[in-house]
């Protein structure tokens, strides 16, 4: 049910607190999938359209809950909309526009910490990029075996964030965002299309 009323939902001055606490039990203990909005809300004791009205939605709301930049499967979302043919470049640029922002490597360092320390977070991210990253990679390839070549996508994007955020090893870390899309678009393009891609494109900058 769609909240008609105008302005702010119901809820107290504390609610997007509440909300945030809340979210962290039920993503840790129940998953991500499972941790609906309805239920997230009803844990903190606040109107479920707060929800949208102060993350803009789940997903918003996971990624504040683990101090992301942004919310990695929307943002996904959007640029797997660009031309098949650049997917690779612009994926790429995307991600290393928000993860090169001040104090996002931080972020990232910070949320794999608590992944590895924490079986409840651990089960959470794992979920989200299973059901949020994952999942989109595989429904924008309409080919048998889209979900092997979805996986392999995925284990590139996570395979650069450690490299050139957490571990910050070898040229990867050193490199300037243009260097970074020309090194691993080859190899992102033949995860998603499984080998079969002809020729190399420039995303624009």
């Known amino acids: 049910m769609v909240n008609s009323r105008r302005g702010r939902p119901a809820g107290g001055s504390d609610a997007r607190e509440r909300l945030l606490s809340a979210a962290a039990t039920l993503f840790e203990t129940e998953g991500y999938t499972a941790a609906t909005v309805r239920r997230i809300a009803a844990h903190a004791g606040v109107d479920h359209a707060l929800v949208n009205y102060h993350f ?13 930049e942004t919310a990695p499967g929307a943002m996904l979302a959007r640029v ?26 931080e972020r990232m360092r910070a949320l794999l910490a608590d992944v590895a320390a924490d079986e409840g977070a651990r089960r959470a991210f794992e979920e989200y990029v299973r059901t949020r990253i994952i999942a989109r990679f595989a429904e924008a390839d309409t080919g048998a075996g ?47 299309d499984g080998g079969r891609g002809r020729g190399v494109s420039a995303v624009r900058r």
């Open 146 to 192: 889209a979900s092997a070549r979805a996986s392999a996508a995925a284990v590139v994007i996570l395979g650069l964030l450690v490299t050139r955020y957490v571990a910050r090893i070898g040229p990867l870390a050193q490199a300037s965002r243009p260097e970074v899309v020309a090194i691993l678009a080859p190899v992102l393009r033949s995860a998603l």
């Open 80 to 105: 797997l909309e660009a031309d098949p043919a650049l997917r690779a470049e612009h994926v790429l640029d995307t991600v290393l526009r928000v993860w090169d922002a001040p104090g996002a490597a």
């Open 56 to 68: 803009g939605g789940k997903e918003g709301l996971f990624a504040e809950v683990f101090a992301l």
